[in-house]
């Protein structure tokens, strides 16, 4: 297969392993919508669904498929062919359709998830991956568990799938057990050790169990992967998945990685809010890109710094990810340089000496209430120059 070895596709997974998430079930008008940003995105591929798992999944795989046009629509599949067969009638309708089939490939899901041998899974791997192969061309193929799958046994199963006829071959750490050079060290060893490798594209799918899904990620792509399976926010089972929106924006800032993805950025912000809103799923206010303090300053020290060269603390631009202007926020750690900046926006220009009564003022109030807005500011200043 022949791909520009510097494009990361984007697959993501916001309505099928986001949707997992306990209450943010959506109908399949929701997920149209989403789907619709998602392609405006600019993704690769979109996961739509697990046909078999229930009718409204199947439905809604069927009406993504008709909704969208650009991405690859991908439906998960268990490697059997009932759930094959299910998911091949979903996706007749898509003009770029994927299967993804996959088994476990640790010795723990092995033993204890499917009471079989290494060989009896080997077999029933190639098996699914052929028998998916007869309906769509795309077939990807997940080796669940693999953070943890021997790493001898792991190698032997993607060059028999890729060689069975997979296309992409997706690497999990399903439960977000590595660390990113274990991770990382991982996807080389495939990349050197499976001779028909270049025949497929190697996918990094990180789960956040331990905070580690989006470096893990990173990891995979440094050494050799090109293709990350997300969503937005980091939604997704137990702890999460990677963030899509800290991928692309890691991928941006660090441009000594050389590599790029077809993500216009400058919607993160406003997919996250759709996302949030539609599965009624706060985004916590530090979080990376999208929370509602990334571009916020409240200390001092931070906000003089800001306001003299905004590169001082920002590394991303706020318009960059389409997030309304970075804000100083003005708390009781707040500096003079702060509350001058907030003064002159309201139209107060005071000289030094009366800048330095307001502060002390400033500080008192701001040590009784949790946040200063601008009717307290102009009635500092009213009180100062009664």
């Known amino acids: 297969m ?20 306990p209450g943010c079930q959506l109908d399949t008008n929701q997920k149209i919508e989403i789907a619709k940003s998602l392609e405006l995105l600019g993704v690769d591929v979109i996961e739509a669904g697990f046909p078999v798992s229930s009718p409204g999944d199947f439905n809604s795989v069927i009406e993504l498929s008709k909704a969208v046009t650009n991405p690859v629509i991908c439906a998960l599949t268990r490697a059997n062919k009932n759930d ?27 033993k204890h998830k499917f009471n079989s041998t290494r060989e009896d899974i080997l077999a029933r791997a190639v098996e699914a991956v052929k028998y998916a192969k007869k309906y769509v061309e795309d077939v990807e193929f997940y080796a669940e568990d693999a953070g943890r799958a021997d790493i001898e046994f792991l190698a032997k199963m993607v060059e028999a799938v890729i060689a069975a006829g997979a296309t992409v071959v997706n690497i999990p750490d399903t439960n977000g057990y590595c660390l990113p050079d274990q991770y990382g060290s991982k996807i080389l060893f495939l990349k050197e050790n499976v001779k028909n490798i270049d025949n ?53 800032t660090h441009k000594v990685l050389g590599l790029n993805t077809s993500i216009d950025a400058t919607q993160f912000y406003d997919i996250s809010h759709t996302v949030r809103n539609q599965m009624n799923m706060p985004v916590q206010p530090n979080k990376a890109i999208v929370g509602a303090n990334a571009f916020s300053h409240s200390s ?30 003005l708390t009781a750690r707040s500096g003079r340089h702060a509350l001058k900046h907030h003064l ?43």
């Open 84 to 110: 094959i067969d299910v998911a091949a009638d979903a996706l007749r309708h898509a003009k770029r359709p994927r299967i993804h089939t996959g088994i476990g490939s640790s010795d723990f899901h092995i």
């Open 2 to 21: 022949i791909h520009d070895p510097n494009k990361v596709y984007i697959f993501d997974t916001t309505l099928r392993d986001g949707e997992q998430v």
């Open 300 to 329: 001092g020290i931070h906000q003089d710094g800001f306001l003299k060269n905004r590169e001082n603390y920002e590394i991303i631009k706020p318009e960059d990810v389409g997030f309304p202007d970075a804000t100083i926020v």
């Open 344 to 386: 002159e926006r309201l139209g107060h220009k005071l000289e030094k000496e009366h800048l330095d009564i307001v502060y002390k003022q400033f500080l008192v109030l701001a040590d009784s209430k949790q946040g200063i807005n601008d009717t307290d500011l102009n009635q500092l200043v009213a009180l100062h120059l009664a």
């Open 200 to 252: 497929a594209i190697i996918s990094v799918h990180c789960h956040n169990d331990l905070g580690l899904a989006t470096a893990n990620s990173i990891a995979g792509l440094q050494n050799g992967a090109r293709q990350v399976e997300c969503t937005i926010n980091g939604i997704g089972e137990r702890a999460g998945n990677t963030s899509m929106e800290e991928v692309v924006m890691i991928l941006k």
